[in-house]
């Protein structure tokens, strides 16, 4: 069941990044749309998959991970983090905080993603967790997907409609 919740989490943020993309096109415009997609995408489904993950699913997540007999509370902080996330995402699309509000959110849930993947990638090369698994999603992976939503966010921010107050 864990091991599907990350597989979701690449399919959801890969396909979010690519529809972002779509959005934009070739001329930028769509940043609204496109921001309003990584919020969804990025922030509140992947985010809300990695809550349950993390949280709810902390011993298979260990033990995918290779940490079992490990306290939960960085598992059960992990999730909150991401829980966090997944809730200022769904609070600024719902109540239409605008573009910018919303590219904050993602931005910072990116940058925290990719700090994730700096850490994976540090614990692989360290010698400490040489799985496939840890290389290729946790370091590659969750890294290709980072800075592919900080590139199509800040693209989509320079493109957006300025906010007059």
Request: with cysteine; charged share 10%; net charge negative.
């Amino acid at each position: 069941m864990v091991r599907l919740f990350m597989i979701l989490t690449y399919v959801v943020g890969g396909a979010g990044v690519a529809l972002a993309f779509y959005y934009l096109g070739d001329s930028g415009y769509g940043a609204d749309e496109a921001v309003s997609v990584l919020t969804l995408a990025l922030c509140v489904i992947v985010g809300g998959l990695s809550w349950v993950r993390h949280f709810l699913l902390w011993k298979s997540d260990a033990k995918l991970l290779g940490v079992e007999g490990q306290s939960p509370f960085f598992h059960w902080e992990v999730g909150f983090a991401n829980g966090a996330f997944a809730l200022a995402g769904l609070l600024a699309f719902l109540l239409d905080w605008g573009t910018y509000a919303m590219a904050a959110v993602v931005l910072a849930y990116a940058f925290y993603l990719l700090q994730a993947a700096i850490l994976h990638g540090w614990r692989y090369f360290s010698g400490e967790s040489r799985t496939p698994a840890r290389l290729w999603g946790s370091f590659v992976g969750l890294g290709v997907l980072s800075i592919m939503v900080i590139i199509v966010c800040v693209i989509a921010v320079a493109n957006a409609e300025p906010v007059l107050y």
